[in-house]
């Protein structure tokens, strides 16, 4: 049977479109995509133009019967949409910049997904995704939302709370840790199971098998560890890997070791470095590549950008619930039954089946009872954070910020939210609407 499948790309100028398409091109015979909109903002069309055009020689490469559509109307590329990808960043890699440099200067981390950074770009954020959620409402209610939107968890629990479109979280961490043990034991992906347990850049793997036999204790014992080259690459602690008994997410470190990477960070700050300006770098040589009207694939460089795997992950989701597979994947869902210590309506990341009618949270077999604690109090952190962000409350904002882990003074985390709300004022209309 033929029908028209399109796909709605939000933030389609992104460095990792190519990834995206080449996913879609891959995945054609069982996943027979018709139409893919890119769509940005105005201060993205550039980018969306370049990466667009570098989509669509990589289409016509192919010789498949796909139409990529170029647009800055969000409301056209919706239209009919069957999935919609959002891979967007509020406030752009500048914003980024300042959530990693202004709570440096107050004692604090500074990071994009955690912290006083973190909480940020989700203030930034959750409104956006909301909007468009609106517009989803009315233009492709039956669609399904993916979000690889950081903080996608918090950003996949607000929707999931205010909105009416189904929606599911991405993170390409999970991938990464299957592709980091496939090196590990030179097999194929498809031979390894894992178990993961807690939240968006706060889980534990809990469970590692090989053909059905057991790794993690050789695994705990033998020092191994996987990161990301957005986290520093600091040496975990050997005695506490074994004594968690579970392998932290490369995120752990910021909680872990805090002392360590906030140290790092000042040292890095210091030389005038963070890691917003060396994606800016990053993304400025990968488009100069995407600029050459002889390249028609995904270059290899994309893959030092930090995000890998994120669209890999996005089209074998799609892939999957188009096709009603019943694999198993990592996504961030809400939670139900499965975490008895955390809010049924909480976002969790946990081991899915997917389906046609969405993903089954599977139950968990292990929960570091060391990690227990944590995910709560993140989780409270994430639940007060989303409020702020729907309804513009500086003090929910700081109550936030003072129930977070990372965050030990609420008088320095006072002083810090009324710069970085006054320096994100243009993105943050909520928290500056005047009253009578």
């Not at 993205?44 to 139409?67: F, H």
């Not at 995120?251 to 470095?273: I, P, S, T, V, W």
């Not at 030092?304 to 869902?333: C, I, K, P, W």
């Not at 570091?368 to 904002?397: C, F, M, N, W």
Request: proline share 5%.
């Amino acid at each position: 049977m033929t029908h028209h499948l399109k796909i709605a790309v939000i933030g389609g100028g992104s460095s990792y479109t190519p990834e995206l398409i080449e996913g879609f091109i891959r995945n054609y015979p069982s996943f027979p995509v018709t139409e893919i909109v890119l769509v940005d903002i105005e201060q993205g069309e550039r980018k969306l133009s370049i990466v667009g055009q570098l989509a669509q020689r990589m289409i016509e490469k192919s010789g498949l019967p796909i139409a990529v559509r170029l647009t800055l109307d969000r409301r056209s590329a919706l239209e009919g949409a069957a999935y919609v990808l959002t891979q967007l960043r509020v406030g752009l890699l500048e914003a980024r910049g300042w959530d990693e440099s202004i709570p440096l200067r107050y004692g604090f981390l500074g990071q994009e997904t955690t912290g006083a950074g973190g909480m940020m770009k989700a203030l930034r954020t959750i409104p956006v995704l909301l909007d468009i959620c609106k517009d989803m409402e009315e233009l492709c209610p039956d669609a399904w939302l993916l979000n690889f939107a950081n903080p996608a968890g918090m950003v996949t629990e607000a929707i999931l709370k205010h909105s009416s479109i189904r929606s599911i979280g991405l993170c390409n961490s999970p991938i990464a840790a299957y592709k980091w043990l496939s090196g590990l034991y030179n097999v194929p992906v498809d031979r390894i199971a894992c178990e993961f347990v807690g939240l968006n850049h706060l889980h534990w793997i809990s469970r590692i098998e090989v053909d059905g036999a057991s790794k993690l204790e050789e695994i705990l014992g033998g020092g191994e560890a996987y990161s990301a080259s957005n986290v520093p690459q600091l040496a975990w602690n050997e005695r506490l890997i074994r004594s968690l008994g579970a392998i932290p997410s490369y995120y752990l470190k910021y909680f872990y070791l805090h002392r360590e990477m906030l140290a790092e960070q000042r040292e890095a700050h210091g030389r005038g470095e963070n890691r917003a300006e060396t994606v800016k770098r990053l993304e400025e040589e990968l488009f100069e590549v995407y600029r050459d009207p002889e390249l028609s694939h995904k270059p290899p460089q994309l893959e030092q950008r930090g995000g890998a795997y994120y669209s890999e992950a996005a089209v074998h989701l799609m892939n999957s619930l188009y096709n009603d597979a019943g694999d198993m994947q990592t996504l961030n869902v809400a939670n139900g039954d499965t975490l008895p210590f955390l809010p049924a309506d909480a976002c969790i990341e946990a081991n899915c089946k997917v389906t046609s009618a969405g993903p089954l949270v599977q139950p968990v077999t292990t929960v570091p009872a060391a990690a227990v604690g944590l995910i709560q109090a993140v989780k409270t952190y994430e639940r007060i954070a989303i409020e702020a962000a729907v309804t513009g409350s500086r003090d929910t904002a700081l109550l936030a910020l003072a129930s977070h882990p990372l965050i030990d003074s609420a008088s320095m985390a006072e002083e810090m939210l009324d710069e970085m709300l006054n320096r994100n004022r243009a993105y943050l209309p909520q928290f500056f609407q005047t009253t009578s």
